[in-house]
Structures are given as structure tokens and as C-alpha cells.
């Protein structure tokens, strides 16, 4: 759902929900946690992997508190990161209160500054070894809904509390890529594919242990591609009908009732007589002798 692919209103999903709550849940001062798989959370964990306990447990380990690296056979606890996806789940459903609270179990079972650990203790309160004690079976000790002795942080852990406070403060799952979401739950998947057989044919009888079975069928247009019908707005009011164009009287213009002509240019105001200078000798060609 979280991806995309699954609207949250889906039957299936939904019911997984009341599955997973059921099943995988405890509760501890903490809040509620889940396991990373299993079928009976009151019958204790079924997952092998973590600090051994030996109170509701379903795994074989055999001494409380031992360190699962020193021989692969423990006890798993409570993930932090699944009560981030379940409460990312609650978001989407509506449910913000869940997701608050989920939320709130991520923050108080950390470690140290607030260091959200791979799995957090679910089982009763249990001593640190004394001092001196063998490593290798020693208990570093643990409390009812706090860290385990397992990484601290969890990266992808710390990522999914910082991504929820992120949802919550947004009121949505903001990680969601928009391309799958898109193609199967603003779309959806067609509705049929027809599909035509040609081999075997029909009422056919098989003998062998394998058939090779051929057909067509007319292949589905991408929801992309797909056209979409226009959404029809209101009818159209039709206009009042143009009126022909009439012949209107125009009045003559001046230039088109008759001729005019210029008036008159003005004589310049009378004035000294003008007097032209010789040209210089200088810049003028010499006079040129006159016979008489």
C-alpha cells in the first residue's frame, strides 16, 4: 500500500491489519510492538534470532539472556521499524491516533539520544550477569520495552521514525511514489482481457503430463495511452442572428466635394539690396583677357 499498489480502502489490505495486530502485537510500557514473523504473539517469539529468553518464548535456547552471536540460536524481539510501517498504515486509514501512539513507542524505547534500536526487550526484566561471568552466555541485562542488545541505531529504523514524524506532521504518506500509485490505484487494472484459445481445442482430451496451450488476446492499452472522454460542459447559448450590413450616407469630405487649390505664397519683406563679393584671387582662376 505504502508503494502504490494497493489503494488503502482494499479488502485485502485492510484485513492484514487485523491479522497483523492480532498476531505479531505485544504490548510493553513502551507501547506496542511487533514481531518480525510468527503466528501466536501470547505463545512469545518464534523468531530465532536475538538475545535468548526464556519466558514466552518459543525458540530453543536454554540461558536467559545470552548473546545470539555466540551460537545463531536465540530469541527475536520486538522491531521498532514494523510499528513505523504499521503506523504508516493507520495514517493512511485514517487513523492518526494509532500512528501517534506507534510513534510514541519508537521515541520512548530508544537508546541512548534518542537512538532507535533494531529489536527493543518485550519479555520480563532481566538482571545483568555479575561481573566476571562468562561472555559468551552472560546477560548485559534488559528491560520490559527498551533496547536489546542488538545495533543501535538501526538505520533504516531511525529513517522510518523520522519519515513518520514527516507523515503524521502532513497528515500523509509523503514516500509514496506518485508513477506506481497512478497506475494501480488512481487507474486501477482493466477490468477483463479477453483471451481466445486456439490449442488444444475445446473439449479436447490430455493424455500427456504437459500441454503447450496457445491463443491471442487483444493486449491492454497502458493507462497512459488510454483516451479519455471530455468532460461535457454546459450547452451553448445560441447568439442572436448578425444584422445584414445597410447602406449608410456617408458626407463628402472636402477633397471629394471639389477642388481646392494653394493660397498664395507671401512675398519675403522687402530689405537691403543683396551685394555679392568678388571671388578671391586667392581661390578664383585669373580673369581671362577681352579683345574689343
Known sequence: MRLGELPATDPDFTNSLTVLDKQLAVSTPSGTGYYRYGNAATAGSADGYG??????????????????????????????????ERAESAIAT?????????????????????????????DPDLPASPYGSDPTTASIGFTDGQAAGSASPLTWAQAQELRLITDLGQNRTVDRPALTTARYVTHGAPAAATVTLTSPASGATLESSTATVTGSTTPVRPWWSRPTTPTPGPPRTPSAPRRPPTARSRRPSPSASAPTSSPPRRPPPPGPPATRRPPSSATSPAAAPCST
Open 51 to 84: 538475545d535468548c529468553s526464556t519466558t514466552n518464548s518459543q525458540t530453543a535456547c536454554t540461558a536467559a539472556g545470552e548473546p545470539w552471536p555466540t551460537t545463531d540460536v536465540g530469541t527475536g524481539h520486538l522491531w521498532p521499524v514494523l510499528s513505523g
Open 94 to 122: 485514517g487513523d492518526r491516533s494509532t500512528a501517534a501512539s506507534l510513534l510514541s513507542f519508537m521515541i520512548k524505547s530508544a537508546s541512548g539520544v534518542g537512538l532507535v534500536p533494531e529489536q527493543v526487550w518485550e
